[in-house]
């Protein structure tokens, strides 16, 4: 009589929790608040199990993690040029995400899911152009970050 009270308390949890993530929407931009080709906002911090969306506000852009710049175990993931992605980041850590025709000219993006457990291994990643300038001053604040 107990294990069905105990699925049913599981079951109302694990929708809880769901009902809490969040919805991070990160605009692709030809020109932003800081600069030319930018993801806006290029930071976000999230929690294990919310949602960012990446809508291509402007034409030719996409969303794609950087190769060794995402958690362990997590999934890597690539849209497609003017056209929304979302990701739903399940494993803590830090994700590097860059539009790929635009990723020399700095459009990257920095998303920190609960404490940033890779950034060390992140930041050694290089970068191409303008990319190690912005995401210098995203490991920043990546850095207070994990220091709060």
Wanted: positive net charge.
């Amino acid at each position: 009589m107990k294990l069905p009270l105990v699925a049913a308390a599981v079951a109302l949890l694990s929708l809880a929790g769901a009902a809490n993530a969040e919805e991070h929407v990160v605009q692709m931009l030809n020109k932003g608040e800081k600069g030319s080709m930018v993801f806006q906002p290029a930071f976000v911090r999230a929690a294990p199990g919310d949602t960012i969306k990446f809508v291509p506000t402007d034409k030719s852009h996409n969303a794609e993690s950087i190769k060794d710049m995402i958690p362990n175990g997590a999934e890597a993931f690539k849209g497609k040029p003017n056209t929304e992605i979302a990701v739903t980041l399940t494993k803590e850590g830090v994700y590097g995400v860059k539009c790929a025709p635009h990723y020399g000219m700095g459009m990257v993006a920095l998303i920190v899911v609960g404490k940033p457990v890779n950034l060390s291994a992140a930041e050694a990643v290089k970068q191409v152009g303008k990319a190690k300038t912005v995401f210098a001053e995203l490991f920043a604040e990546a850095g207070k970050t994990a220091s709060n």
